[in-house]
């Protein structure tokens, strides 16, 4: 059952990725989006979940917060540990 529902995060995390991040961040979150940003495929997952989370608020500001500000907490919870697979 652990199995299961760790399979369906992933693919629930890569569908969520693919519409809210990959076009920017690349495939693999090997880019920086729009030219500025860190690579992603690079951060702990903490560091994603924080950047994630301050866009989400507005605390940072910058052309992705409408695709940060669409993402639940789970979602940004279960993306920061998705993205640490790019590696």
Do not use: W
């Not at 990725?17 to 961040?25: F, P, Q």
């Not at 495939?27 to 560091?47: C, F, R, T, V, Y």
């Not at 301050?54 to 940072?60: A, D, P, V, Y």
């Amino acid at each position: 059952a652990e199995y299961k529902l760790k399979k369906r995060m992933a693919e629930t995390s890569d569908a969520v990725y693919k519409r809210s991040c990959a076009t920017c961040h690349g495939k693999q979150g090997e880019k920086p989006a729009m030219g500025e940003s860190k690579i992603i495929n690079q951060l702990k997952p903490e560091e994603i979940s924080t950047a994630l989370s301050e866009r989400k608020m507005g605390k940072i500001i910058g052309a992705g917060n409408p695709a940060k500000q669409r993402l639940s907490d789970e979602d940004i919870r279960n993306l920061s540990e998705y993205i640490k697979n790019f590696k």
